[in-house]
């Protein structure tokens, strides 16, 4: 079974053909689903997908993009969300300094935030870096985000990041970008990451990995990303989904 510890299940580009969509995935073997909250209406959609669906984990959390948006309920509403029984991990929340969507101290002062809350709540983190790599692991060590561990998800990173988030007991988890050609530096780093520190994801309907690029991402294309990974270590498709399944299981308490 295959694990899509991450996409965007909510999202309207599949409010068309969103169960064939789902049924297409687990068609090609994907046995699990974790649909990601980027603010309160997607955590609020990503808990009511998975109270409805057996086969879906949800996550919630704001978005670096979004954090200029957060208001005094919010925490409140995304602690009794998380509370519900089906949230698996706080998140996705982290720094972007590509974009800069919402101010870089507002950015630092609610990843903060959201960790604090995480560890209260007892919540592995989901983790989003872009361009800020030396903020985001010195704000996970000075809130102990190790406490409660989690996963960088659809890392892009270079070597220096992978070792520090390793080192702090953090999963890492590939995405489509490892099927692209001129990701020569991300090929080399996955082949020192150890196969029980990894994770596949789509980050759908984003990322779509080869052959399908240009097309909208769905969860049945992460198969691409645990071959692609197999090729770097030297395994078989198989090896590398039954161990990503059991990191992903293990890590979000997925029984």
């Not at 299940?9 to 297409?24: G, K, L, S, T, V």
């Not at 995935?25 to 808990?47: K, M, N, P």
């Not at 988030?165 to 988890?173: I, N, V």
Request: charged fraction near 25%.
């Amino acid at each position: 079974m295959l694990i899509d510890s991450h996409c965007h299940i909510d999202d309207a580009r599949y409010d068309a053909d969103r169960e064939a969509m789902i049924q297409r995935a687990q068609t090609e073997g994907v046995g699990h689903f974790v649909t990601i909250g980027c603010d309160l209406e997607t955590s609020r959609a990503a808990v009511a997908l998975a109270q409805h669906h057996p086969f879906i984990s949800a996550t919630v959390g704001v978005h670096p993009h979004e954090v200029k948006l957060i208001q005094d309920n919010w925490y409140d509403e995304l602690r009794t969300l998380a509370k519900s029984g089906r949230v698996v991990a706080y998140g996705e929340i982290g720094l972007d300094y590509h974009y800069d969507h919402s101010p870089r101290e507002v950015q630092r002062a609610r990843f903060r935030e959201q960790v604090r809350l995480a560890r209260e709540l007892r919540l592995p983190i989901v983790i989003h870096t872009r361009e800020a790599q030396e903020d985001t692991i010195t704000i996970l060590k000075e809130e102990k985000g190790g406490e409660v561990g989690g996963v960088f998800h659809c890392f892009s990173g270079d070597a220096w990041l992978a070792k520090d988030a390793l080192d702090l007991g953090f999963y890492l988890s590939f995405s489509g970008v490892i099927t692209f050609q001129n990701a020569t530096m991300l090929h080399d780093i996955v082949k020192t990451v150890p196969l029980d520190r990894i994770m596949v994801e789509t980050d759908a309907p984003y990322l779509t990995p080869v052959p399908h690029r240009g097309k909208r991402n769905e969860s049945a294309y992460v198969r691409h990303v645990a071959d692609k990974i197999a090729e770097l270590h030297g395994l078989t498709t198989q090896q590398v989904e039954d161990a990503t399944s059991q990191n992903t299981k293990r890590l979000f308490r997925i029984k």
